[in-house]
């Protein structure tokens, strides 16, 4: 994820010359540049460099400005656009008209000039021309003087730019298929009109025997595989093997599935996003790799019935941090459920952290864990859990060992600290594949998560007739007594990685209860990410034209554009629904 899509910065102002204009230039432009100081101090691209926000050279009054700003935001490769102004201005005329690019428009809430109305005649311009727009407008009354950016207009700001960067960021960028179908599961039947039409992206697809080929032919980086394979050795611990005495496997298999592993895990990454060191070797086209910002690996069962899983592959890919040191995560999605591994990529572009790959396997009720345990659920578990358990992709990150003032978190691979990254090294075991599921070897990650994270699950399905739509539950990890965990996780695959669930309940439709999260959600599938950024996927669903039929975010933080209000103010999900129906996918 190299690409750095810029924010374009369009100060509006009215085009009267002769007192008017001239009046409001320091202020107009003033409100561009608070809003550059504010993103760029707040946002980061996914290799931790800082958000560029680019202002135009000049006010724009009317149509040969706005023509203008147009043709330096195409040299600075600006991917979203946001208009400021405090005044009137002539709507159609200074509006921008990119259909495919997201746009906001704040008008300032001041008295002197009337900032409200542009706002409002540029939104319904931008409605009757089909191009969904943001509008951004304040509470409270300022002073025609103030420089503040208001709390509430900062929130809008961050979750449209946001939304906006994930946009430009997928972009013309891949969805690498490593493998076909899995298992039959539907999310990994590869839907490519999807991929182009509401994503921009292309797709790209290699057999798994493309595996042994670079394995068999060494098309792979000598040194680096030497270097991982001993920091493998001496950094991941090789937990204990579960599988039945007379099925256990022999010392020197597990240290030839070791060297198979980690081959593995280079050679996915090269596929991915090339490697120059190949060209060196040799290997000019492998060098080059599918420009792909999303990845899955099909594995069950052509592969894992006869090589090693992907469990490490897909662990080490999703995490923060590998043998050459702290880096972004390259999401990679377990089965080839492309679905999910795009949910993962919209977490991840909000937030810049690493994701976790779940099923989202199992409710227990309180009277069940209480009939098994003897244990009563309290606090926010009282209704029950979920338990998301996979045997594959659930990142080191997920371990929850990292720490935000106090308390346990996930940060971007640039905050994190060495001593946070050892810390994920000693909670998880790499366990010796369960053989019943996998023929081939390999080795399961294995860790509980921290409870008292903030989280949100999210899934995106494709449904005939209606298109994509995606599903939200925020909620918190739990953190259970550990002989519960255990009893309960002792049920299950105890080899893999457990996230104790428990999603916030509103007390209607799906959020009714605990039983009613798990009885409505689409797929048995779903990406969890640290924070509540349900509102941040709202906003980046609607700019996709993607309807959310199922989430549990206080109407207060959603943030659409502002003709979703036209198709219905009193039911909101069904208003979203009609608004995507009509403005149809974004690169259609």
């Known amino acids: 994820m190299m690409n750095h899509p810029t924010i374009g910065i369009r100060p509006t102002i009215d085009g009267r010359r002769r007192g008017v204009r001239e009046s409001l230039e320091t202020q107009t432009m003033n409100m561009a540049k608070s809003v550059q100081r504010f993103l760029e101090a707040q946002l980061h691209y996914p290799d931790g460099k800082p958000v560029v926000c680019v202002i135009s050279d000049t006010t724009i009054g009317g149509v040969s400005e706005s023509l203008a700003c147009q043709q330096k935001f195409q040299q600075e490769n600006v991917g979203l656009t946001i208009t400021v102004t405090p005044c009137w201005c002539y709507g159609t005329e200074t509006m921008d008209m990119d259909p495919t690019m997201p746009h906001a428009v704040w008008g300032f809430n001041g008295t002197e000039r009337p900032g409200a109305v542009y706002l409002a005649a540029v939104l319904a311009g931008y409605a009757q021309k089909g191009i969904p727009a943001f509008g951004i407008y304040g509470r409270h009354v300022q002073e025609a003087t103030d420089t503040e950016i208001p709390t509430d207009v900062q929130d809008k700001l961050l979750t449209f730019a946001k939304a906006g960067l ?25 839907k490519d009109d999807f991929f182009q039409e509401y994503l921009g992206m292309r797709n790209e697809y290699i057999d798994m025997s493309e595996f042994t080929r670079r394995i068999e032919e060494e098309i792979y980086d000598p040194e680096e595989y030497q270097r991982g394979l001993a920091w493998v050795k001496e950094h991941c611990q090789q937990g204990s093997d579960n599988n039945p005495a007379a099925n256990q496997w022999q010392p020197q298999e597990l240290a030839g599935q070791w060297e198979f592993v980690v081959k593995m895990a280079l050679i996915a990454r090269d596929l991915m996003i090339g490697n120059p060191k190949l060209a060196t070797l040799g290997f000019g086209e492998e060098a080059q790799g599918h420009g792909a910002s999303v990845a899955g690996f099909q594995g069950q069962r052509q592969w894992t019935d006869h090589f090693p899983n992907g469990d490490f592959l897909e662990t080490f890919l999703n995490s923060s941090f590998d043998w050459n040191g702290p880096r972004n995560p390259y999401i990679a999605a377990t089965e080839n459920d492309s679905l999910n591994g795009v949910t993962m990529l919209f977490n991840y572009l909000l937030t810049n952290t690493a994701q976790i790959f779940a099923d989202v396997r199992t409710y227990w009720s309180p009277e069940s864990v209480a009939k098994v345990t003897g244990y009563q659920l309290t606090g926010a578990a009282k209704d029950g859990l979920l338990h998301l358990i996979n045997s ?18 996930m940060k971007p691979y640039w905050e994190v600290t060495d001593e946070e990254r050892e810390k994920m090294l000693t909670a998880t075991q790499f366990r010796p594949a369960t053989k019943e599921y996998f023929r081939g070897g390999g080795f399961s990650t294995n860790y509980l998560t921290r409870g008292g994270m903030p989280m949100t699950m999210a899934r995106l399905n494709l449904v005939k007739g209606i298109g994509p739509v995606l599903q939200i539950a925020e909620g918190y990890s739990i953190a259970l007594p550990e002989e519960v965990h ?103």
Not at 174 to 184: C, D, P
Not at 392 to 409: H, I, N, V, Y
Request: with cysteine.
């Open 486 to 588: 255990q009893q309960l996780d002792d049920r299950t695959d105890p080899t893999w990685p457990t996230t104790w669930f428990a999603p916030i309940l509103t007390g209607e439709g799906a959020f009714t209860d605990t039983y009613s999260v798990m009885n409505h959600w689409g797929a048995n599938h779903g990406a969890i990410s640290y924070g509540h950024i349900g509102h941040e996927l709202i906003a980046l669903a609607a700019m996709l034209r993607i309807p959310v039929n199922m989430h549990n975010v206080a109407s207060e933080r959603i943030f659409r554009p502002k003709a979703w209000g036209l198709f219905g103010t009193v039911e909101a999900e069904g208003a979203d629904f009609r608004a995507c129906q009509t403005y149809g996918p974004l690169y259609d």
């Open 392 to 409: 594959g992709s659930a990142c080191l990150d997920g371990t929850g060992q990292q720490e935000r003032d106090g308390q346990p978190a």
């Open 166 to 190: 994930a946009v430009a960021q997928m972009k013309n960028t891949a969805y690498l298929s490593m493998g076909s179908v899995s298992m039959g599961i539907a999310g990994s039947v590869v």
